[in-house]
């Protein structure tokens, strides 16, 4: 068993009904006893795209933002300022 559960690019691939239930049970299971760090670029308002569950969306985000700190990076991407192609 892990202490830490990352989800990189979340949300880009959306999930379906049973996917979306299990990542609940996870992210439920970490509530209060893991730690878990997700990136992504979609602000909570539109998870329920990818979720597709209003409540379930709710109830994740209500976990994890409890007791979480949110770090918010603007500006240009490092990706695209670095690429060959301009």
């Known amino acids: 068993q892990a202490d830490l559960l990352i989800l990189d690019e979340w949300g880009y691939l959306p999930l379906h009904q049973e996917g979306a ?8 299971t ?14 909570f308002g539109r998870w329920k795209g990818f979720l597709f ?3 379930l969306t709710a109830a994740i985000v209500d976990r ?23």
């Open 21 to 28: 239930r299990l990542l609940f049970d996870i992210i439920s």
């Open 30 to 43: 970490c509530y209060e006893t893991k730690s878990v760090i997700i990136t992504t670029n979609i602000e």
């Open 64 to 86: 994890l933002v409890h007791h979480s700190h949110m770090l918010i990076f603007t500006g240009k991407s490092y990706r695209m300022m670095n690429s060959l192609i301009k």
């Open 53 to 55: 569950d209003e409540k």
